[in-house]
């Protein structure tokens, strides 16, 4: 059998294009240097060629073997956590805000939010479901494009006016900044081997994204610094892993302490007078009582009326005294909060239970991963919504209030309902195409290493038995 018609009756048992197209391109340049071999041994090229390819097996149970090994693969458990979290989510928020006239609270727009926030899941859900579908690898390819795309759109949204204006800027629009940071990824990874000009390069995209998150979009500025601080852990991790191929990686980590401290000095300069009475508040909330720290104050007298088993009620305290009625964005950055005031410490303790170990299931999903484009771009995601997830709940136990901070699936919101699920989209496309993205270079280290195959679970090793 000629090798060719060999391939294709093995790529023909391969339902997945891309994996039967890159297992082929395997299978070849094992059989061709397998009749090297051969060849050196005194075989001339045709029957050395010929012996490769008998020696590969039969080629149908060769590509069913491949076939069960590169396919698409569906992490059920968290998928099922993620659809009960959306459920327990949108539960929560009803029985405790919103069927108690929470359509009236500050940044819900008045009338039918728990409806436009389910409207808002679903959405987020489509969202997800396409990033699900979308081969993760494509941020390495085309991370340049859709980033430019990304960051533009976002720009000229809120530039020529598209984008509506609230309390001078256009925070509601901060956590779309979040899908960025897989975009960033996919450019570090691009520009892995090219030396000073490309770290450069990935530190002109981290100051273009700072410029659109507090120069454009404007605003509260924790969102934009989480962000940032993310996307500068990962390029510190890239130049860890000297995917740069650079001598003194001491160099681009100045650069990047540099521009995180001119970064620092910008946001201090650009400072709202009531960002600063914050900093000072957390500092000496006492001193700043009826300022800054009026909410932190007030949230740890919340917390001391508290019980294990339902809340406040029953001490003197009505509806219109819980977290979502008396704290400024309590339906959003209160949520747990408001949750122990209705029903207890201990259901609120469960609900941040549940969440905190959902994302732990994320993070060893990322950890297990092989190719190093998934990692980088998988921790990305996770650590920033571990970040909004922590902010959250230290809010919510008194111990810090520096800005509003959402919770994944307990928030409302348009913007940041469809960030967090287009980030688990991302991120469940990850493991969904473990097996069918290969790194680059990979076939040539593995030659170093005497194996002339790598396809996913099996390694092919030529050694030679007559010496």
């Known amino acids: 059998m000629e090798m060719h018609e060999y391939l294709d009756l093995l790529t023909g048992q391969i339902r997945n294009k891309k994996a039967g197209a890159s297992v082929a391109k395997e299978i070849k340049s094992h059989m ?29 149970e060769v590509g069913i073997d491949m076939d069960r090994i590169h396919r698409p693969r569906n992490n059920w458990k968290l998928l099922g956590a993620m659809a009960v979290l959306s459920l327990v989510g949108l539960l929560v928020q009803y029985l405790c805000i919103y069927r108690f006239g929470g359509d009236q609270l500050a940044g819900t727009g008045g009338g039918h939010a728990f409806m436009r926030q389910c409207l808002y899941t ?12 979308f081969d993760y690898s494509m941020f390495s390819r085309y991370g340049g494009g859709i980033g430019f795309l990304f960051l533009a ?27 960025f940071i897989p975009v960033y990824g996919g450019i570090l990874y691009r520009y892995r081997g090219r030396g000073y000009a490309c770290i450069a390069g990935s530190l002109l995209w981290l100051f273009a994204a700072a410029w659109v998150g507090f120069g454009v979009i404007g605003g509260g500025i924790s969102i934009t610094l989480d962000v940032m601080f993310v996307c500068c852990l990962m390029f510190t991790a890239a130049l860890i892993k000297n995917w740069y191929q650079v001598k003194h990686r001491w160099l681009p980590l100045s650069g990047l302490g540099i521009m995180s401290l001119l970064l620092g000095v910008l946001s201090f300069v650009n400072m709202a007078p009531y960002q600063y009475r914050r900093i000072m508040a957390y500092l000496n909330p006492r001193a700043y009582a009826k300022e800054g720290s009026f909410v932190t104050l007030k949230v740890r007298e919340m917390i001391s009326q508290l019980k294990p088993i339902g809340g406040m009620q029953g001490r003197g305290y009505g509806l219109s005294e819980t977290p979502a009625h008396v704290l400024p964005w309590g339906q959003s950055d209160f949520v747990i909060l408001q949750a122990a ?26 950890k297990r991963q092989k190719n190093q484009l998934g990692q ?3 921790y990305g995601c996770v650590l920033i919504l571990v970040i909004e997830t922590a ?34 989209g991302i991120l469940f496309s990850i493991y969904r195409y473990q097996d069918l993205v290969w790194e680059p270079g990979a076939e040539e280290k593995n030659r170093e290493k005497g194996i002339l195959a790598y396809l996913g679970k099996y390694r092919i090793r030529i050694e030679r038995t007559d010496v």
């Not at 679903?122 to 579908?133: K, V």
């Not at 901070?405 to 409302?412: D, K, N």
């Open 391 to 424: 902010t959250h709940l230290l809010n919510n136990l008194g111990i810090l209030y520096l800005s509003s901070a959402g919770l994944p699936f307990f928030t409302f919101g348009l913007y940041h309902t469809v960030a967090v699920y287009g980030l688990l």
């Open 32 to 60: 061709e240097d397998q009749a090297q071999v051969y060849m050196e041994q005194g075989m001339g090229q045709e029957e050395a060629l010929a012996e490769a390819v008998r020696q590969m097996g039969n080629p149908v």
């Open 376 to 378: 980088m771009i998988g």
């Open 122 to 133: 679903f959405l987020g859900l489509a969202g997800m479901a396409l990033l699900y579908f």
């Open 341 to 366: 005031s209705m029903w207890g410490t201990l259901a609120a303790f469960g609900l941040a239970a549940l969440l905190i170990l959902f994302l732990s299931g994320l993070f060893f999903m990322v």
């Open 153 to 179: 759109a976002i720009a000229l949204a809120c530039i020529l006016g598209f984008a509506r204006k609230a309390n001078g800027g256009h925070s509601y629009l901060k956590p779309i900044m979040y899908l």
